[in-house]
């Protein structure tokens, strides 16, 4: 059972039905009907109307010819002929835009109706005009011209009076055609959007297995043992760089004690107030910034330099400093030592992991899960947006179905459509 099927039900046991597929060839039969019923009516009209076309023309004719009886003002005999003349000009016009068609169908019928009528109301508008003035010499001949014309009206609202009495009808039957159109078309969409919403559901279960999978994958990637000895790796450079870090704040702790002779040193030499051997100012800066990197042999120039007084530190200040240098002097080497021992184990331990490829394994996997979360939550949007489509596509085939039953039962109460 299709959509158009499922939208119109069983029929009612009181009424007489109609199926959805039936209605156009009933519709056709309706309109026909009428259409033939208001074609025999102006079939007729079409003869009579000629015939008052025929008398127009005659009147007007008699209207152009007559002559006036009795003696009159020059110039009202102009003034009336004038406007007899242009009475006449407006009734060749009339006659001239007014062709009756041979068809008879609702259609035709309507469009000469509105032709005519338009026609005949501009020229009874401009007619009247100059009849206030042609019937004061030609009385009886404008009057027969007006009638004639106001015949020709008369007939005209008899051509059109039988379409205006099944309007209701003919614009119902115009209605249902539309209605079922539109029917057919919005079917037709929700027949789409079901497919659409079926193969969305099915590239979901398909993504859910996949991910399934996946995180299967993932989970036997992390128990195997390979992962455990990646992941041991990890944790001793993790130790090796915190133990390195700790090494390194050791060797900054050794030369901090150190830092207001050096300070004072820096300055002396950056005001040039002392003169350095490029060496050694090198080796201070590095002292400063990166002690691990000092070289032993400036602590026994920096001792030197101390001792030669020229940082102009107090004897207890001097004595203190020099038992500091000498203290870093034999104790800095040994830290380094297990600092850069740290750092080769360091490199060594990132060495043994990035030959693993385990590692790559475990991102590449994780990636894929990221991209296959993403596609079915963009899937999962694509498919309510669907699904919203065809509720709202289902209410308007609804409020169609209802025009529809409308349009049919003002032109036959008692027919349902099933």
Not at 25 to 45: C, F, N, P, T
Not at 135 to 146: A, D, G, T, Y
Not at 221 to 242: A, I
């Amino acid at each position: 059972m299709n959509w158009i099927d499922r939208l119109f039900g069983k029929k009612e046991e009181s009424s007489p039905g109609i199926k959805f597929e039936e209605l156009p060839v009933w519709l056709e039969a309706r309109s026909q009907k009428i259409s033939e019923g208001i074609g025999r009516q102006a079939s007729s009209l079409y003869s009579d109307i000629e015939e008052a076309l025929r008398e127009i023309k005659e009147s007007t004719a008699s209207l152009e010819e007559a002559e006036p009886e009795g003696r009159f003002h020059l110039k009202l005999v102009k003034v009336a002929t004038t406007n007899r003349d242009n009475m006449a000009r407006q009734v060749r016009m009339l006659l001239e835009n007014i062709t009756i068609p041979q068809a008879t169908d609702v259609k035709s019928i309507a469009a000469f109706h509105e032709n005519a009528v338009q026609t005949m109301t501009v020229c009874l508008e401009n007619m009247m005009k100059s009849y206030q003035y042609t019937k004061l010499l030609f009385i009886e001949e404008s009057k027969q011209v007006i009638a004639d014309v106001n015949a020709l009206g008369r007939l005209l609202n008899q051509l059109i009076e039988p379409i205006h009495t099944q309007k209701n009808v003919l614009d119902a039957i115009e209605n249902a055609y539309g209605a079922i159109k539109n029917i057919k078309n919005i079917s037709s969409d929700i027949e789409l959007r079901e497919k659409a919403i079926k193969e969305y559901e099915e590239k979901i279960v398909l993504l859910k297995k996949e991910l399934e999978e996946k995180h299967k994958a993932l989970a036997m990637l992390r128990d195997s043992e390979s992962w455990k000895q990646y992941t041991d790796y990890k944790d001793e450079l993790v130790l090796l760089e915190s133990n390195a870090g700790k090494k390194d704040d050791e060797i900054k702790g050794i030369i901090s004690p150190l830092n207001k002779a050096l300070g004072r040193l820096k300055q002396l030499s950056d005001s040039g107030r002392y003169t350095l051997k490029p060496e050694v100012r090198e080796w201070l800066n590095l002292c400063l910034s990166c002690p691990v990197k000092v070289a032993p042999d400036f602590f026994v120039e920096l001792e030197n330099i101390v001792k030669s007084g020229i940082l102009n530190l107090p004897p207890d200040k001097t004595e203190k400093t020099l038992e500091q240098i000498r203290l870093a002097a034999s104790t800095l080497e040994v830290s380094k030592n297990e600092y850069h021992a740290l750092i080769l184990d360091i490199e060594k331990k990132k060495d043994e992991i990035s030959k693993m490829k385990i590692d790559m394994e475990e991102k590449n996997l994780t990636k894929e899960l990221s991209a296959l979360q993403e596609k079915l939550e963009t899937l999962g949007k694509e498919l309510e947006a669907s699904r919203s489509h065809l509720a709202v596509l289902r209410n308007n085939i609804e409020l169609k179905r209802q025009e529809l039953q409308q349009s049919v039962s003002v032109i036959d109460s008692r027919i349902r459509i099933v």
